[in-house]
């Protein structure tokens, strides 16, 4: 019980780094299906797409209600995520928006990022929206290139996190810069690689 006590109070910025590079290690496998196979599987996509946006929101929400413990986040991430992918999942259309405007978002943010202007947030959220509806009318070109967008993030993103958990890391113009250059290099593969597969789980 003293075990199951504590592991209830944990809160989200205790955990370790060996914690950390799990759940990044996660990603890192999920950024790959996106990358290379988002299209190829689009059900799966559009249904994990609804579990990241919804779930995220739900995770961060209990972190802000619960001051950061790690189990109500996890349990409202779950809960949050499984209704967003179900959701997504049977609105199919709906479920391309989502996956369009988080492609075209996660471009935006990394064009932009490290820019201290005050429109960027406004060009975001207008780049996402500007995805979405692409997305309806090209479905398959935009599909590709948002899945492709997201998947490098994530394994970029992923790979930096391992490395640097537990350690004193800060973000540099130079970082940033090979940060920016490994995304576009492994977008551009995986949306090459997926616009040579024709086929679709639809």
């Known amino acids: 019980m003293p075990v199951i006590s504590e592991i209830t109070r944990l809160r989200f910025s205790e955990l370790s780094p060996e914690h950390i590079r799990a759940f990044f290690a996660g990603a890192l496998i999920l950024g790959a299906l996106y990358c290379f196979l988002g299209y190829r599987f689009v059900r799966f996509t559009i249904g994990m797409t609804g579990f990241l946006l919804a779930g995220g929101m739900a995770a961060i929400l209990a972190g802000l209600i619960t001051e950061g413990q790690i189990i109500s986040m996890a349990i409202s991430g779950c809960i949050g995520g499984i209704a967003g992918a179900m959701a997504l999942f049977f609105l199919y259309k709906a479920g391309l928006f989502c ?24 060009a975001i959220v207008a780049a996402s929206v500007f995805g979405g509806l692409a997305a309806l009318v090209f479905e398959r070109g935009v599909t590709i290139l948002a899945t492709a967008a997201v998947g490098a993030w994530l394994v970029c993103y992923g790979t930096l996190s391992v490395l640097a958990a537990g350690q004193n890391f800060y973000w540099t113009p130079h970082t940033m810069l090979i940060l920016l250059t490994a995304w576009l290099a492994l977008a551009a593969t995986g949306a090459a690689t997926q616009f040579a597969t024709g086929s679709t789980d639809r």
């Open 99 to 122: 996956v369009g405007a988080l492609g075209c978002a996660v471009a935006a943010h990394m064009a932009l990022a490290g820019r201290p202007d005050d429109w960027i947030p406004s």
